[in-house]
Structure formats: structure tokens, C-alpha cells
């Protein structure tokens, strides 16, 4: 079965950093696209940043750009997300993200608080 463990996520100060890490399991990992996305309480669940398998071909969200960098390690099946200068609007649950065919699979999602 298809498994996705999230981790990496904690309290920071602002302009800090952190980097999150996904772990897959039950797929061919190197095969497929992955995301991240986050979601604040009260507010949508937002698409953060993508990663294709054939060529690592990197896309993000312009909010994200210049901050944010998405990565991953085919021979670990772990995608990453490395957050710098780091926001208090950047609290959320970040969850990472398979689609295998038509069927979309969500990790359990790692919190991320940014405060003083």
C-alpha cells in the first residue's frame, strides 16, 4: 500500500529555517511527481512546490520563490522541502502529496510554527 510519512516540522523564530522530509513507500517512487502543499486553520489547502521524476523539473508557487526549494532523493524515495527566511504567514500543516494514475495519496501532514 502506498505510505507517505511527513516529518521534519517544529517551532522556528522568524527568518529562520527548516527542512521537511517525506518518506514513500509502496510505489515506484522515481516514477512520479511529488508535491507539498500546507494548509493554515481556516484556510484552503494551498500547493506549495512540485517536483517531476524525469529530470527533477521544479515548480513553485509565486509566494514560495526565492524561499522555498523542493528536492529529492530517488534512492532514499524521501522528496524534501528546505524553508529559509521564514514567515509567521508561513505557519501551517504541511502534507506531501502522490498522484498514481487518477488517485491522489496525502501524507499525515508535519506542523510548522513560526513565532517569536
Known amino acids: 500500500q502506498v505510505q507517505l510519512v511527513a516529518s521534519g516540522g517544529g517551532l522556528v523564530q522568524p527568518g529562520g529555517s527548516l527542512r521537511l522530509s517525506c518518506v514513500a513507500s509502496g510505489f515506484t517512487f522515481s516514477r512520479n511527481t511529488m508535491m507539498w502543499y500546507r494548509q493554515a486553520p481556516g484556510k484552503e489547502r494551498e500547493l506549495v512546490a512540485s517536483?517531476?521524476?524525469?529530470?527533477?523539473?521544479?515548480n513553485y508557487v509565486d509566494s514560495m520563490k526565492g524561499r522555498f526549494t523542493i528536492s529529492r532523493d530517488n534512492a532514499k524515495n524521501t522528496v524534501y522541502l528546505q524553508m529559509n527566511s521564514l514567515k509567521p504567514e508561513d505557519t501551517a500543516v504541511y502534507y506531501c502529496?502522490?498522484?498514481?494514475?487518477?488517485?491522489?495519496?496525502w501524507g499525515q501532514g508535519t506542523q510548522v510554527t513560526v513565532s517569536s
Open positions: 502529496k502522490v498522484a498514481i494514475f487518477s488517485r491522489q495519496y
Open positions: 517536483i517531476t521524476n524525469v529530470g527533477g523539473t521544479t
